[in-house]
């Protein structure tokens, strides 16, 4: 999946992409909205973007468990294999286990109070009051929507593409493929 981002200045632009995606065939699953109006989006009955489009919560989580499984696999697993412990195996891996978890957790916190790297490029322009158009879009169809959209919506120039899926080794700068 790609994601297609679109900046528009009015939300009855954004209104009449939703309309005009949708009967195309793109769900509200997969076409996302970020505005600072959160108010007007829903009532224009507009798809806003979750949590997890709008924060790094699941880039930081997905972050923090590999620091915890690294932590295991650097300390406990030695301590367990040759630190002459007389513990029970179960022990070794409950810990391991809460090393993990407690990773992710942590890094939770870091993740819900950062801005989404996908869309950090396009702050500036989101205070200024435009709204972020996000549509993810099967790769044999990315050449499709774009044409619909510069067909039907010129306003809503492409600004940009990512993967639809998170990467927690993405660069932190928010840097995605840039449309010339």
Do not use: C, Q
Not at 125 to 133: P, S
Request: charged residues 20%; without cysteine; proline residues 3%.
């Amino acid at each position: 999946m790609k994601r297609l981002f679109y900046l528009v200045n009015t939300i009855d632009s954004v209104e009449s992409i939703s309309e005009d995606l949708h009967r195309d065939g793109v769900s509200n699953w997969r076409f996302h909205v970020i505005s600072k109006d959160d108010a007007g989006l829903y009532s224009h009955h507009i798809h806003t973007a979750s949590v997890l489009d709008r924060t790094d919560l699941a880039r930081f989580v997905e972050r923090g468990l590999i620091i915890g499984g690294l932590f295991a696999a650097f300390f406990i697993l030695p301590l367990a294999l040759w630190g002459g412990l007389e513990w029970p195996t179960s022990a070794f891996v409950a810990m391991g286990v809460f090393a993990v978890l407690a990773g992710g957790w942590l890094g939770g916190f870091g993740g819900i109070g950062t801005e989404n790297y996908r869309i950090r490029r396009f702050h500036k322009d989101l205070e200024n009051g435009k709204y972020l158009i996000m549509v993810d879009v099967p790769k044999a169809e990315v050449e499709r929507v774009e044409a619909l959209m510069a067909g039907l919506h010129p306003e809503a120039a492409l600004r940009g593409e990512s993967s639809s899926v998170n990467n927690p080794f993405a660069a932190a700068d928010g840097r995605v493929h840039i449309m010339h």
